[in-house]
């Protein structure tokens, strides 16, 4: 994809996993790449760097970032990285994430935020800077990492659902606000081999989920040729859909309706396919 060429995009959470197929992805297009990762001891090995000296052995260009992306100056430094290395920036892929293994009834408020931090706090505190540079620049394009968790709820994974579901509407947030600045932004939700997945899959799984097979998509949604923009893109082993906002028909009731009204109707409120729509106007043209 030669319009990626020479394009500086940060990656965050690039040591391994899906983070560093983006960050290899990118850069064998032709992107400069500042691969950030959580820092490391002095003493021990940091995954930045391995995936910058991959980079660099292959004959591309990058750039270690070690920063703890749920820090109040994440941003700052993720943008003063790009600039200093390359002069710009013109994408943020957000993939720095946290797992989760814990049903709601057995957690406690505080370890809900916790998971929070990292998973919505870690997105939105890198990219406020970075989008303001590009609105102020002129542009740029921003990916969030959501989850079909975000979409549809997982059982056991209420703060990580909840978390990836308020990145879906900060995404939108951006995608309508930088419209008129040339800033646009999606969402991907990946299925792939991971340290997050790995022990759920089998074998044969494993090989169709991996991670390289989901990074193309995610290089094309950061690529100035992608028209895309307020989407989620769900993705992996090589298929790519696109998540809709579904409401059906409105149910019109009479005045002075009651609860018994709806239970009556309920079953036409449930059948959203019959007047399915991603985008619906409110009040609708009736009121």
């Known amino acids: 994809m030669s319009a990626l060429k020479d394009r500086v995009i940060v990656v965050t959470g690039a040591g391994r996993g899906l983070g560093r197929a983006y960050a290899l992805d990118l850069a064998a297009r032709g992107a400069r790449v500042v691969v950030n990762t959580r820092p490391r001891p002095a003493d021990a090995p940091g995954s930045a760097e391995a995936v910058v000296a991959e980079i660099e052995a292959r004959g591309g260009r990058a750039v270690a970032a070690p920063v703890a992306v749920e820090e109040a100056d994440s941003g700052e430094r993720l943008l003063a990285a790009a600039l200093d290395a390359f002069g710009r920036i013109d994408g943020l892929l ?3 994430g ?3 293994a814990s049903t709601l009834h057995k957690q406690t408020a505080e370890e809900f935020r916790a998971n929070f931090e990292v998973n919505f706090f870690g997105t939105l505190t890198p990219t406020l800077p970075i989008y303001r540079h590009m609105r102020e620049r002129g542009g740029g394009r921003i990916l969030v990492s959501t989850s079909t968790a975000g979409l549809h709820g997982v059982h056991g994974m209420a703060a990580y659902s909840a978390s990836k579901a308020g ?13 008129s ?4 932004a999606n969402a991907i939700a990946p299925f792939a081999d991971t340290g997050m997945t790995g022990e759920y899959l089998s074998p044969e799984q494993a090989a169709r989920l991996s991670p390289e097979r989901v ?3 995610a290089s094309w949604l950061m690529s100035p040729d992608c028209p ?3 989407e989620t893109v769900t993705t992996g082993a090589g298929g790519v859909r696109l998540a809709a906002r579904v409401e059906g028909e409105a149910q019109w009731l009479p005045d002075g309706f009651g609860p018994d009204d709806l239970t009556a109707r309920v079953d036409a409120l449930k059948a959203r396919e019959a007047g399915a729509t991603t985008r619906r106007a409110w009040p609708p043209s009736r009121i």
């Open 167 to 179: 990145l879906i509407g900060l995404m939108r947030v951006i995608a309508l606000e930088g419209a």
């Open 215 to 217: 990074a193309p998509v």
């Open 94 to 96: 957000n993939n720095a």
């Open 228 to 230: 895309l923009t307020g």
């Open 98 to 100: 946290a797992p989760e």
């Open 181 to 184: 600045r040339n800033v646009a």
